[in-house]
């Protein structure tokens, strides 16, 4: 079951990719965040019509700079995962996501973007084909969206050390991590 699940997911992307690159003659990264992604990165690519329009991304073979790197170079992110679309986010770079991550969830909430979040139903490919049309056709459609969320995102982040260090102290761990260094 588990599988034939994986099948038809990779089925479905390597579909919607093929399109891709057919319709709006784009190149596709499929991007592996994480080992356990590569297995259905190359699930995708043997499905697909034009592979050599393709190339896999690893974490296993590039490092967070050059991973960040690449995802701020795309002219559309389709994500399933959480820190591709913060890391891609600085770029304004038009996203979708697919999946039901709490976390991309929620941070699609906060970017105003829910509605580029897809649930992984039955009508999963026909509504990311609408999406993915969508930002084809209206590249900047979202660009202000994209903008202040990176704004409001960033001035969160600059309060992570302060909140850390507040976490702490209130357990007394500050003084006994200074005393490791």
């Known amino acids: 079951m588990r599988l034939a699940k994986s099948e038809d997911l990779a089925s479905g992307w390597a579909e ?8 709006y003659d784009k190149n596709i990264a499929l991007i592996c965040m994480e080992e356990v992604d590569e297995p259905l990165a190359n699930s995708i690519l ?3 019509k034009y592979s050599s329009k393709v190339r896999i991304f690893s974490s296993s073979q590039f490092n967070a700079k050059q991973m960040t790197h690449i ?5 559309l992110l389709m994500t399933s995962r959480y820190h591709a679309g913060i890391l891609s986010l600085e770029e304004l770079i038009p996203q979708i996501a697919v999946g039901h ?6 941070f699609y909430e906060e970017l105003g973007l829910i509605d580029y979040l897809i649930d992984y139903t039955p009508d999963v490919w026909r509504i ?3 999406k993915v049309d969508e930002l084809m056709k209206i590249p900047d459609k979202n660009y202000e969206v994209l903008k202040q969320g990176y704004h409001d995102h960033y001035l969160r982040s600059l309060e992570n050390r302060m909140l850390l260090k507040e976490f702490l102290d209130e357990r007394g761990w500050n003084s006994w991590l200074k005393t490791v260094k």
């Open 16 to 23: 919607e990719a093929d399109r891709i690159i057919s319709e």
């Open 46 to 48: 043997d499905k697909m």
């Open 71 to 75: 995802l701020r170079s795309l002219d």
């Open 101 to 106: 991550d709490t976390r991309l969830k929620g």
């Open 128 to 130: 990311l084909r609408s």
